[in-house]
């Protein structure tokens, strides 16, 4: 068994799609999912979009992916890159598709000369908190994610 690390390409947007909804029923937030196969289509392929997508396959099979974008870090004056999202298909766990995708953004990371490479996880992903700092990632602590995001947004940009 091959693992095969590729970027996705449009025809993949409907494989992204159900990973993404499969990462939302595994994270209890399957109600927040808003995309359909359109907007996947078009926030990742379409013209001028900031985002990437990976796709790991066993034997012509996806099974996992990593959707991921650079970000950029005025204290170091250089891009990063940003991991949104990083799934693997229960039945392909323990395989090493998810170590095999970060190493391949980290390598994305080191070609375009990027000063870090970053992600957020769950704190009850225990699962995914082993595997990151078994490469050697460590948290941010002292850093507190916020958010705006819905009518919140909207409210907040229309005073």
């Not at 494989?15 to 995309?35: C, D, G, M, Q, W």
């Not at 908190?129 to 907040?156: D, H, K, Q």
Request: charged fraction near 25%; include cysteine.
């Amino acid at each position: 068994m091959a693992l095969i690390i590729r970027e996705a390409v449009p025809a993949d947007a409907a494989t992204i799609l159900r990973f993404i909804r499969e990462l939302a029923i595994y994270e209890k937030a399957e109600h927040e999912v808003a995309a359909t196969l359109e907007t996947v289509t078009s926030s990742i392929f379409g013209e001028g979009s900031v985002t990437r997508a990976l796709i790991c396959e066993s034997d012509g099979e996806p099974i996992g992916m990593a959707v991921w974008f650079f970000s950029y870090s005025t204290w170091q004056a250089r891009n990063g890159l940003y991991l949104e999202d990083l799934y693997v298909t229960p039945d392909a766990r323990g395989l090493g598709a998810g170590k095999a995708l970060l190493k391949k953004l980290a390598q994305i990371a080191l070609d375009n000369e990027c000063g870090r490479f970053e992600w957020s996880v769950l704190d009850w992903n225990e699962p995914a908190i082993r595997v990151y700092e078994a490469i050697g990632a460590e948290p941010m602590s002292e850093w507190i994610r916020y958010r705006l995001s819905g009518e919140t947004l909207e409210a907040f940009a229309n005073t």
